[in-house]
């Protein structure tokens, strides 16, 4: 049961850097989401992708880019880093809305900026 | 911004039961409740949910108001490794694009001691 699998777990850069995260999922979820989480803080929804072919912004997203490959993965690229993305960031998925089901979460992947 | 309300922190003690508040007074008619856990900033784990009635699975009980205004998660015999921030969340729907998304607050660090 592999659920939403992140890669990488742990990524340094420099300011200016590009960079793309990436997600998977394998439960045939037609929603996924990207958030991103600062110390002492809750988590905060940059974009969203309701079914294959659509995204959204969410609360913060500037800075970043989304893409939703298929129905599996949700990528998430930083185009130019800069220290304030400095992060852990958090992929989701959930099943049909609707149908009141649970986000489901992967790991994090760990971002400093320098 | 959250629409929910919790404590920073709590304690309890291994093997009694954790009494979790959470207010959420603006919450919609069709807004679900979540709670999620995140322990040592691993990904957030799901819990429970609820809409309406009183919710219970093998991990916890919710109890929630008749006016929706607030509720409780209930761990009925809490455990050290269930020292972790619990986020009570209200899901909210995005109807443009059928679906929805979690609007987290800072949590509750709950202390289980022994």
């Known amino acids: 049961n592999a659920g939403v699998t992140q890669t990488p777990k742990f990524q340094v850069l420099k300011t200016g850097q590009s960079m793309t995260l990436q997600c998977a999922q394998d439960m045939n979820h037609n929603s996924m989401y990207w958030y991103r989480q600062d110390p002492g803080m809750g988590l905060r929804l940059i974009y969203y992708s309701a079914s294959e072919g659509t995204t959204d912004k969410g609360e913060v997203p500037n800075g970043y880019n989304v893409s939703r490959l298929n129905k599996r993965e949700f990528s998430l690229r930083l185009e130019s880093a800069a220290p304030s993305q400095t992060s852990v960031y958090f992929c989701?998925?959930?099943?049909?809305?609707?149908?009141?089901?649970?986000?489901?979460f992967g790991d994090g992947t760990r971002l400093s900026i320098l | 911004d959250a629409k929910t309300t919790q404590p920073p922190s709590m304690d309890c003690a291994e093997g009694r039961a954790a009494n979790l508040p959470c207010n959420h007074s603006t919450i919609s008619g069709n807004e679900y409740v979540y709670w999620y856990r995140q322990i040592h900033s691993q990904g957030p784990q799901y819990i429970i949910h609820g809409l309406k009635n009183n919710e219970t699975n093998e991990m916890a009980s919710l109890i929630i108001t008749e006016d929706r205004k607030s509720s409780t998660l209930i761990l009925p015999h809490a455990t050290l490794r269930d020292t972790a921030v619990y986020y009570c969340i209200v899901r909210v729907a995005l109807l443009k694009y059928n679906t929805d998304k979690l609007i987290f607050g800072t949590g509750t660090r709950l202390q289980v001691f022994p």
């Open positions: 989701a998925s959930s099943g049909n809305w609707g149908g009141d089901q649970p986000q489901h």
